[in-house]
């Protein structure tokens, strides 16, 4: 883990108001490659992923991003560097059509309307739904253009926060086959309920428990450790 660290979070504390929801999480992000990050409901995964992006501040603890301080950047110039996020919730503009989220995500960016067709390609589904109010999507196709509009910014790294959550069984494997396929091209840092799902796309992980790192170590080993069955059973 120690060859080309991409993103590397130390000793982060976060609190909602007075109410500490971070105690001290360090964790490291290399180049290529998936890392994944697991625990119960309320754990702090939303809130790891929420400070890394800069929605939220932390109130101790740093965060470096291809070698730069960038733990009081604005999110705005995070995702301009290279750190892109797909949050757990409201990622997308219900009332704008598919194809105007793809322009806003594309906006700036010359060649924004050949990378659309590239997000296409990724996720054909959303072809077919182009002039459809993205609210109408089902849950699957939200995430898929949620997704995409995050790729469109041509991220290094991309954060995902429950990228399966509310989608059919039956479209999983769909978003599954295709977060491997970018975690061969870019890192990838997601968080996920679907445990053998997170294990399959990502060579590292780490599992929270309330507000800590808990347990980390290569996927491959973890899939076994009777210890992740223990902090993951409600
Ligand atoms: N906006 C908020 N204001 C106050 N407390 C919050 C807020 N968001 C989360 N928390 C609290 O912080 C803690 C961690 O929540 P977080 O959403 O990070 O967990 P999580 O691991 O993402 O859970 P889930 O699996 O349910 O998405 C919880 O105790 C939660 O109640
Ligand atoms: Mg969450």
Request: charged fraction near 25%; hydrophobic fraction near 40%; proline fraction near 4%.
């Amino acid at each position: 883990m120690s060859e080309d660290v991409l993103l590397q979070a130390e000793d982060i504390v976060t609190h909602y108001g007075r109410s500490q929801a971070l105690f001290g999480v360090s964790l490291k992000v290399p180049g290529r490659g998936g890392v994944a990050i697991l625990g119960r409901n309320g754990a702090g995964k939303t809130t790891l992923l929420r400070t890394l992006a800069g929605d939220l501040r932390p109130s101790r603890g740093t965060v470096r991003f291809e070698g730069r301080d960038c733990t009081r950047m604005a999110t705005e110039k995070r995702v301009r560097r290279g750190l892109g996020h797909v949050p757990q919730e409201q990622a997308i503009f219900g009332s704008l059509t598919v194809r105007e989220n793809l322009l806003v995500g594309a906006m700036g960016d010359r060649t924004g309307r050949q990378r659309i067709d590239e997000m296409l390609d990724l996720f054909p589904r959303l072809g077919q739904r182009l002039t459809q109010k993205a609210g109408t999507l089902s849950g699957g196709e939200r995430k898929m253009l949620a997704i995409s509009r995050a790729l469109l910014a041509r991220p290094h790294l991309l954060m995902l926060d429950e990228p399966t959550e509310g989608v059919w069984h039956g479209v999983i494997e769909e978003i599954a086959q295709r977060l491997e396929q970018l975690s061969r091209e870019i890192a990838i840092l997601i968080v996920e309920q679907h445990v053998k799902l997170a294990l399959r796309v990502s060579r590292y992980c780490y599992v929270m428990d309330r507000g800590h790192i808990a347990l980390e170590g290569p996927s491959e080993t973890l899939r076994d450790d009777p210890e992740l069955v223990r902090l993951l059973a409600p």
